[in-house]
């Protein structure tokens, strides 16, 4: 039987990004209060899905899918945010 | 998987079966993540044109309750993946344990939801007709509070329909005779609990953390 360790290790680690997270909503970035904090969600999320989802121990067949639900996204923020960002009134 | 756990006739052996649902269970995962993806493009373009006008309607949702929230749904993940860890193991009161414990951290993020949204509907905050915002724009300001009724709303529609599914697996679990058929079943509504979870947690710091230090 294997041990929960590692999703213990997981959950703790999960809860001190979340206290830096709030901790840092706070403090005076500048332009970069937002990135900090989508980076944070981005490695919460990474975590859940490597650890949680199991993704770590997958075939390379899931490994695609899930990079591809991504990709798309990827795709469609981008291209709509490069016309509303360069839009001029 | 044991021997004795019944494959369908298409399928080769049960890892084959077993994968064969966890990838179809992707795919749906995917379809999720561009539906809720429209959404967070949406609150995007609308930040970016107004940032000021977000940061002023953000200060009115609740934080303590938009913190405590994130917490549970973190710890819900974690018995969550206790329940499938039991499932595959074949501990049916463990099991049922952790299927009902994660169901209850459910329950208690949407009783917490429900009243941070009653909160916020008394104040006039729901874009409705009773609609009222006096610092900024009222139809800038709406614009914000019609993102966030929207997509905790359909956040919120997810959890439950979690909640619901988990309360029928741990009656699933407590009934069913060979609880090998059960396990990768479990997985994947596992699967779903933790996406549930990964879409509030890029929630929170958009709804509730914009530029608070100021």
């Known amino acids: 039987m294997n041990s929960i360790k590692p999703y213990v290790m997981v959950t703790g680690a999960l809860f001190v990004l979340l206290v830096i997270t709030v901790s840092a909503a706070y403090v005076n970035l500048g332009a970069l209060n937002t990135p900090v904090a989508m980076l944070i969600s981005l490695s919460k999320a990474s975590l859940i899905v490597l650890f949680f989802m199991h993704v770590r121990h997958s075939n390379p067949l899931i490994h695609i899918f899930v990079l591809v639900g991504f990709f798309w996204l990827g795709i469609m923020l981008t291209l709509s945010l490069s016309d509303f960002l360069t839009r001029h009134p | ?214």
């Open chain 2, 1 to 214: 998987m044991s021997a004795e756990s019944p494959v369908a006739h298409q399928f080769e052996d049960a890892t084959q079966q077993r994968e064969a649902a966890t990838l179809g269970m992707w795919v749906f995962l995917a379809t999720e993540v561009l539906f809720f993806g429209a959404m967070f493009l949406g609150y995007t373009v609308y930040r970016l044109k107004y940032p000021e006008v977000f940061r002023l309607a953000s200060e009115h949702t609740i934080i303590v309750i938009g913190t405590i929230n994130t917490g549970i749904l973190l710890l819900s993940s974690f018995t969550m993946v206790l329940a499938v860890r039991a499932a595959e193991y074949k501990r049916r009161l463990a099991l049922i344990t952790f299927l009902c414990i994660t169901a209850l951290f459910g329950i208690a993020f949407l009783v917490l939801k429900g009243f941070e949204y009653t909160q916020e509907i008394h104040e006039g905050l729901f874009p409705g007709s009773h609609f009222q915002f006096t610092e900024a724009d009222p139809y800038t300001a709406r614009m914000f509070f019609y993102l966030y009724f929207l997509m905790t709303g359909v956040h919120a529609l997810h959890v439950t329909i979690g909640v619901i599914m988990l309360g029928i697996f741990a009656l699933r679990a407590m009934l069913t005779l060979k609880l090998e058929r059960l396990s990768t079943a479990v997985d994947l509504l596992g699967l779903y609990w933790h996406f549930v979870d990964i879409v509030w947690v890029f929630l929170f710091p958009l709804i509730y953390l914009v530029d608070r230090h100021s």
